[in-house]
């Protein structure tokens, strides 16, 4: 691990995105959004993922030109075919959108179809708690576990987001619905380790904490067992019902990467324009302290809300820079272009 | 376990709590509501509930004849306090309100504060489907168990409901946010069974599947751990802050019985407004087909979808009877006045 300047860190993921294809602003933001995932502790859609987001554009999986256009809108909710644009500019606009209409009607809801991958989801809801809004938000995806009581993988762990605004430090939630994501299972393997808890069945059916054996089964566990399996199953029909786009079934038919072609929802609220803006930092700051003064099992640390850890890594990593994997890292720069620096 | 006519157990409970003090109506909607929920098999929601309810009609925690009111209504988004009525009226006319707002402008939204237990939330789940309409909801309860990383209980297990029409048969999600609920906890335990998965932290804070330990720790696991923790924070501050009503640990300081004074959302969307009806059943058909298609870990079922179990039991009970315990319908009798029938 190393430490690398924030700004550093953007500029170079930048200037790869710039060589694969992709207009100046364009490349600056998408570079944004993947510089502060890592910026705020999540490696796996961060620099990590710029590699196989360069690969998609000159794949032509992602087509860099390409921008949201709007299918129909009735009342406050829109929808958008995102043309399989880069996702995280679509879902930037999609966000957007859905607070605008929030702004006017008190919810703003945009359903976008054709998209592709959004790295990391709770980035919309931080997005959105900066100007003051609520966002409900979620991601279909390929198929990638199995439905409760299967073995092959027919269900996507389609992330969801919900997000708060709060003066203190908003509340973000940004959870996919397998118990792990395989990125997890992978390094933790790579450190010889077992998983906290049981992510997952072996090739005999045996609930494990072992990552190798879950990798090989790729009997991933939904979150909760049963509970995870419905509720992935919920949002992906949902999304592909109100974009009018694809569920995880029609994902899978395609075969064109992670995420390529999938529907997403953006359900955005604006407390000042519903009147409870003020009643909203009673609650929120209620919450937090009654969850934060909770009985710790751990005597070190309180019990947190979603979102309050990624404030103190965000804090730590701008000030004393990014930790980033050092070998990720020189694959970046090479890359941006930059292997004659090393 | 006995059997009981469907109509006879509708019928009885009626009675018991037109004796409670409801009107004539309003006692008949209630009892519909507990009979359909033992009808589906969701037992602890159903007739096992009545007791409970005819104790808090006496008590005054419920107010029988009290209705709710409308706050205020900003386009699409309508704020309603329940006023403490009977908590499965209030969120069906919430329902039935977002219902028609959703045939407005696409999409509604009830807010709904102040109100009692709800019962069984995929009802309302059910009632919408059946109407065509596509519904979220979820409301917040008091807390009945730690959040993660902490010993003791402050967060609720706020149930969340999705349910998305199909003509061969709707697709209903109805979890709570704990992975087991006490009343598994109970009867498991009467059983002198262990859990299938782990449920909790005993009194050492080890995870156990023992029924017994995690009743006397109270530390029952939130679903999917870390993630059902967070997710049932989420669901409780927006509910709270949507319906300008309370949150957890408001509730908690209320303290007057399970579910008194909770803020419960509902969001509908019409699929035909939407101009999404066609594309729904595509999606929802695909969905179920490559679900039931999945390898099964039990040769003898197929893996289902949420929803496709409640038909079946449904449909048993109505021709064969509802299952009912015997102990619990001959207290019901009671309370309906039917004991010298016995």
């Known amino acids: 691990m190393a430490r690398v300047r924030y700004q550093e860190l953007e500029d170079t993921i930048a200037d790869t995105f710039r060589r694969a294809g992709m207009a100046e602003e364009k490349a600056r933001i998408c570079a944004r959004f993947h510089a502060e995932a890592s910026c705020d502790g999540v490696y796996s859609h961060g620099l990590n993922r710029v590699p196989r987001f360069v690969e998609y554009l000159h794949k032509g999986l992602v087509d860099p030109k390409a921008e949201p256009v709007r299918v129909r809108q009735i009342g406050p909710v829109e929808v958008l075919d995102g043309q399989r644009g880069p996702g995280v500019l679509n879902a930037a606009t999609a966000t957007d959108r859905a607070l605008e209409l929030a702004s006017e009607h008190g919810v703003g809801i945009v359903a976008l179809r054709n998209t592709t ?29 199995p439905a409760w009581g299967a073995t092959d993988t027919r269900v996507g762990n389609n992330p969801l987001v919900m997000a708060v605004p709060r003066a203190k430090g908003h509340v973000v939630l940004d959870m996919a619905m397998s ?152 694959e970046v720069r090479e890359l941006a272009g930059q292997a004659g620096d090393a």
């Open 117 to 145: 991958h959004w790295m990391r989801g709770g980035a919309f809801g931080w997005r959105a708690a900066d100007r003051g809004k609520i966002l409900i938000a979620w991601t279909n995806t390929e198929s990638c576990m």
């Open 179 to 330: 118990q792990y994501s395989y990125g997890k299972l992978q390094t933790t393997r790579l450190k010889d380790q077992q998983l906290p808890y049981p992510g997952g069945f072996d090739a005999q059916g045996v609930l494990t904490s072992d990552p190798g054996a879950i990798e090989a089964s790729r009997r991933i566990l939904p979150t909760g067992f049963w509970k995870g399996s419905g509720l992935t199953i919920l949002l992906d029909i949902l999304a592909a019902v109100l974009s009018e786009g694809l569920a995880t079934h029609q994902i899978d038919q395609l075969d064109q990467g992670s995420c390529t072609g999938c529907s997403q929802i953006f359900i955005a609220f604006d407390p000042e324009r519903l009147g409870s803006g003020e009643h909203m930092q009673e609650i929120v700051d209620g919450m937090a302290e009654y969850v934060n003064g909770s009985d710790p099992v751990d005597p070190a640390g309180p019990v947190t809300y979603p979102g309050q850890n990624t404030l103190r890594t965000r804090q730590n990593h701008l000030e004393h820079g990014v930790e980033v994997d050092d070998g990720i890292w020189q």
